[in-house]
């Protein structure tokens, strides 16, 4: 069946200028992930969607990061005035409940110049 | 102290050889454990589940230490193949689902 699937597959932007990376989770996952991945570094936890619950902000690195899921399905990451830090590839993941584990998408590398 | 400590290594080990990682956590309820393959420039994909009563896939026996909080992956026979990053997933419990990575530890295997 379909994976989770993120899209642009790469996106360069110029340094101020906004971004928006877009995650389809696999049908029926009610758990969506945001994590990312600098060069040659760990995954870096971003934010957390569970179901109707509140989203788990905690790992947004700034007031510039933000993300929405609507109705329950589709998230979209968006980055306001990026910043050359932000160049990374940003990875989203979906699970089906408690327990079980998470299925990545292909990422988004992000380059901003 | 990390949710989620992994020697970053690289592990070094021929063709052949057995190898294990170990990975600790530092929340006691956490509920659920995987290991996660990725590699270089890809996305990590699922290994294998952890179970409390260990268990085994092919070459491949992952074990849970709830006492001592940690999980280990004892990878036997070596294979060329085998050579990527491998990550320790921890799950939190109840209704605070947090997922966290280690940094993960980096497998080479030489001919």
């Known amino acids: 069946g379909a994976g989770v699937s993120q899209s642009p597959s790469n996106k360069v932007t110029e340094k101020g200028k906004d971004v928006e990376l877009r995650c389809d989770p696999i049908?029926?996952?009610?758990?969506l992930y945001w994590y990312r991945q600098s060069l040659g570094q760990g995954l870096e936890f971003l934010i957390y969607f569970q179901g109707n619950s509140a989203p788990d902000k905690s790992g947004l690195p700034s007031d510039r990061f933000s993300a929405e899921r609507t109705g329950g399905s589709v998230s979209t990451l968006t980055i306001q005035r990026t910043q050359q830090e932000d160049s990374a590839v940003y990875l989203c993941?979906?699970?089906?409940?408690?327990?079980?584990?998470?299925?990545f998408g292909n990422g988004t590398r992000l380059t901003v110049t | 102290r990390k949710e989620v400590e992994q020697d970053p290594g690289p592990f070094n080990v021929p063709e052949g050889a057995t190898v294990a990682f170990n990975c600790t956590y530092s929340n006691s309820a956490s509920q659920s454990f995987f290991w996660y393959r990725q590699d270089c420039r890809k996305e990590p994909k699922l290994l294998m589940s952890?179970?409390?009563s260990g268990n085994e896939d092919g070459r491949f026996t992952a074990q849970l230490n709830r006492a001592s909080q940690y999980i280990s992956l004892l990878i036997r026979d070596s294979k060329l193949s085998d050579s990527a990053t491998y990550l320790c997933?921890?799950?939190?419990?109840?209704?605070?689902?947090?997922?966290?990575f280690g940094i993960g530890t980096k497998l080479q295997v030489i001919p």
């Open positions: 993941a979906s699970g089906q409940g408690f327990n079980s584990p998470l299925h």
């Open positions: 952890v179970y409390s």
């Open positions: 997933v921890v799950r939190g419990s109840g209704g605070y689902q947090k997922v966290t």
């Open positions: 049908s029926g996952h009610t758990a």
